[in-house]
């Protein structure tokens, strides 16, 4: 594996971002891209705005210059934040101003075809179909997550040091995972954990302990762990700099069956078959092809039940999404977890996933955690 170094200037949200994206509008033959609270806003602008029932909206004409209109009483909070050093306008309304209006009465005249922000609340988006009668909308995703899930140097490092701190979080597990405690138990352990290794906030949680790591997304429950159990702990946070993490290990507390064993010599065969193909060119089906295939040759093809995995950046789940029927091609900078799966209902699962970077001429794992199966004290 090949490594991104670490940026001379770890610039996460750099003035250029939002004129790339300008560019982007206009050659989309687009008149403008509005932007509410979300992923794609911070990562435009740096602004992590709330998302409130007033308007917050950064504003990319083709033709002209950008403009953020916020509240009145949020406009401290979006100067005082990597917004305010952008050069961008900053425009506040008051409680009885009409910010959709105004935003219409400043597009340019003739606006025909806008895009929003994929996770626009549609009350927001229907506002601005009355604010803009005639015109259509369609989705900034079409535009942003081309330019998102390229990754620079400087996000490769935030990822990278989230990859460290959830880690961190997996090397302790030993200190929690024990017969007789449950699995709430656990996780509430977990939680704190993942704060205390250098997270803003806890994404998700899921201790899959016995027949329950047979549900990809099964999260917790009241049942409590016995010796011999398998265990499937898939978490993630997210860090004061807005990048995501997300791992998952299988431990077993104390020897796990003879089964368990041979299920997860076939995942670990697969995930790291994955992780070793990862190179540009190769298609987000290809990879996936390469651990479903060693998985249906061991006899589990029907208990690999979801795709191989999906971006990360500011979102847990973005754009590329490692599936069957994707012919995108991989490129330097793209983010992705790597997490086949066999799932043998009513009897027990494992997950096996790493965040991996594709390089110029190769892949780096973010997660470097040993892959063996981990049995822990019964």
């Known amino acids: 594996m090949t490594h991104i170094k670490e940026p001379a200037a770890g610039d996460l949200f750099p003035p250029e971002r939002v004129e790339t994206a300008r560019n982007a509008v206009e050659a989309a033959g687009l008149d403008a891209l509005l932007v509410t609270p979300g992923a794609d806003l911070r990562y435009l602008t740096g602004y992590q ?13 083709a033709r002209g210059e950008p403009f953020l209109v916020v509240p009145a009483l949020e406009k401290p909070a979006a100067e005082a934040s ?15 101003d009409d910010a959709y209006e105004l935003i219409a009465r400043r597009l340019p005249p003739g606006t025909r075809r806008f895009a929003v922000d994929n996770h626009m609340w549609a009350e927001k988006l229907l506002a601005f179909q009355d604010a803009l009668p005639g015109a259509q909308a369609g989705l900034a995703g079409d535009v942003l997550s081309v330019l998102r899930m390229r990754k620079s140097a400087a996000e490769v490092a935030a990822l990278r040091r989230a990859g460290e701190a959830i880690d961190r979080v997996h090397r302790r597990m030993g200190e929690w995972l024990r017969p007789g405690r449950t699995e709430r138990e656990v996780a509430r352990d977990i939680a704190d954990a993942i704060v205390e290794a ?15 790591g047979a549900s990809p997304h099964h999260e917790v429950s009241d049942r409590v762990i016995r010796t011999g159990d398998p265990v499937v702990v898939d978490i993630g946070g997210t860090t004061a700099e807005g990048y995501c993490s997300d791992s998952t290990r299988v431990y077993a507390v104390g020897e796990p069956p003879a089964a368990f064993r041979e299920l997860y010599e076939v995942l670990l065969h697969a995930q790291t078959a994955q992780t070793d193909a990862i190179r540009p060119g190769i298609t987000a089906e290809e990879l996936d092809a390469v651990g479903r295939d060693v998985i249906a040759a061991a006899g589990y093809g029907e208990h690999f039940i979801h795709r191989t995995g999906h971006g990360i950046g500011l979102e847990s789940h973005e754009e590329p ?30 997950r096996i996933e790493d965040i991996a970077v594709c390089t110029e001429d190769g892949g780096e794992r973010l997660n470097l955690t040993g892959r063996d199966l981990v049995v822990l004290p019964g």
């Open 49 to 61: 705005a709330m998302p409130l029932e007033r308007l917050t909206c950064l504003v990319v004409p």
């Open 198 to 212: 250098g997270h803003a906030q806890v994404d998700f949680v899921i201790v899959g302990s016995g027949p329950n």
């Open 82 to 96: 990597p917004a305010g050093a952008l050069g961008i306008e900053i425009t506040a309304f008051a409680e009885t």
């Open 321 to 350: 999404y490692i599936v069957a029927g994707s012919k995108r091609a991989l490129e330097p900078g793209m983010a992705f977890s790597v997490e086949p799966g066999i799932y043998l209902p009513g009897s027990f699962g494992a």
